[in-house]
T-cell receptor
Framework: GAVVSQHPSWVICKSGTSVKIECRSL??????MFWYRQFPKQSLMLMAT?????????EQGVEKDKFLINHASLTLSTLTVTSAHPEDSSFYIC?????????????FGPGTRLTVT | KQEVTQIPAALSVPEGENLVLNCSFT??????LQWFRQDPGKGLTSLLL?????REQTSGRLNASLDKSSGRSTLYIAASQPGDSATYLC?????????????FGKGTHLIIQP
């Protein structure tokens, strides 16, 4: 159980265009979803936290107008990279959690590799 | 701000050896600590989750310990195999206010030589 999927698994886009990445919890309801970014040879960095039906909370240094997050249902969150630039090329990983208590575990998706040319 | 450090950054050992990966964190106010495995270009595989009230967790050849007061965790891998080669990440979930996501270390890149 506790499977999280992401789509697409990889995407190449031209500079200036927008890209949408989907994150789905397949067999549980995710009250909270998280978006992380990983640059080559670096660790994962939290970008934002989203709770179903509310606005996302962004980490310091992450532009909320550039990285649009929508968590419209308990099983789906989307990250849209607007006006993408080559420096946005990265590995984007989402995770989902079923509750807020300390015993709830985050389950990670397989990641989406974005390349902006 | 929570910081997670992993030592060593890289490790290469012959097959069959037992080994220890280290993780330290600066803020002991955590809900839990988790060890993950990441293969090149892939997502994360959760290995072990230790709640703040626990001292250790075991799964097969893996054993993770947690000393919350000193801000340390170790991942012990017994009888290492070439298939264990991957990057191992340690992450903590903060229990105070603010960000509710995980804070990750930079990982230990492990190579098991056949």
């Amino acid at each position: 159980g506790a499977v999280v999927s992401q789509h697409p698994s990889w995407v190449i886009c031209k500079s200036g265009t927008s890209v949408k990445i989907e994150c789905r919890s397949l067999d549980f309801q995710a009250t909270t979803m998280f978006w992380y970014r990983q640059f080559p040879k670096q660790s994962l960095m939290l970008m934002a936290t989203s709770n179903e039906g509310s606005k996302a909370t962004y980490e310091q240094g992450v532009e909320k107008d550039k990285f649009l997050i929508n968590h419209a249902s308990l099983t789906l969150s989307t990250l849209t990279v607007t006006s993408a630039h080559p420096e946005d090329s990265s590995f984007y990983i989402c995770s989902a959690r079923g509750g807020s208590g300390g015993s709830y575990e985050q389950y990670f998706g397989p990641g989406t590799r974005l390349t902006v040319t | 701000k929570q910081e997670v450090t992993q030592i060593p950054a890289a490790l290469s050992v012959p097959e069959g050896e037992n080994l220890v990966l280290n993780c330290s964190f600066t803020d002991s106010a955590i809900y839990n600590l988790q060890w993950f495995r990441q293969d090149p270009g892939k997502g994360l595989t959760s290995l072990l989750l230790i709640q703040s009230s626990q001292r250790e967790q075991t799964s097969g050849r893996l054993n993770a310990s947690l000393d919350k007061s000193s801000g340390r965790s170790t991942l012990y891998i017994a009888a290492s195999q070439p298939g264990d080669s991957a990057t191992y990440l340690c992450a903590v979930r903060h229990s105070g206010g603010g960000a509710d996501g995980l804070t990750f270390g930079k990982g230990t890149h492990l190579i098991i030589q056949p």
